[in-house]
């Protein structure tokens, strides 16, 4: 699988996904909606859950939802944290010029793993150049790889059965 991916809008409204995977219907519709408002008001969103769990076809579900420009998918399965923060270093590189265009990009960064926490402050710092600069984030990831989110501000952390904001090492409920 190629490295990134882009979702595309078509001009009658549907969506191109990566590999030609569509985003069947998700069950957890209240979980989507209040994901989908929550991205909408800037919040980045974390997506943690066991493999299987539907972790990718929620993102591409709240991407669909909000209705950007453009929703950019960063694929890092596989990766180890070197390899992962390389790759996002360099997409962020490349996505700076579309940012400061005013284009209004989606940016999902699926199947991130664990990493030091060197790697994790890279990855960590380019998500927080992205959203500086008014990406939508949404990050998926298995829970030993959450240390991720704790470097973002303001993301809201979806696992099962809960949705809660982690502010300066303390777990917030997300009302």
Not at 85 to 107: N, S, W, Y
Request: net charge neutral; hydrophobic share 40%.
């Amino acid at each position: 699988m190629s490295e990134m991916h882009t979702i595309e809008r078509r001009s009658d409204g549907a969506f191109r996904y990566p590999g030609g995977v569509r985003c069947r219907s998700v069950t957890r519709t209240f979980l989507k909606t209040t994901l989908v408002s929550r991205a909408r008001d800037g919040e980045a969103i974390g997506i943690c859950a066991d493999p299987g769990m539907g972790k990718s076809q929620l993102a591409a579900a709240i991407a669909h939802q909000i209705r950007l420009d453009e929703v950019v998918w960063i694929n890092l399965t596989g990766l180890d944290g070197e390899m992962a923060a390389d790759r996002f270093a360099r997409e962020t590189r490349r996505l700076m010029p579309h940012l400061r265009k005013g284009r209004r990009l989606c940016v999902i960064c699926d199947d991130a793993s664990p990493a030091d926490e060197y790697e994790v402050d890279r990855m960590a710092r380019s998500l927080m150049r992205l959203r500086k600069f008014g990406a939508t984030l949404i990050i998926t990831l298995l829970p030993e790889a959450e240390q991720l989110l704790e470097g973002i501000d303001g993301v809201v952390i979806d696992e099962p059965g809960t949705a809660r904001r982690p502010h300066h090492g303390v777990e917030n409920p997300v009302s």
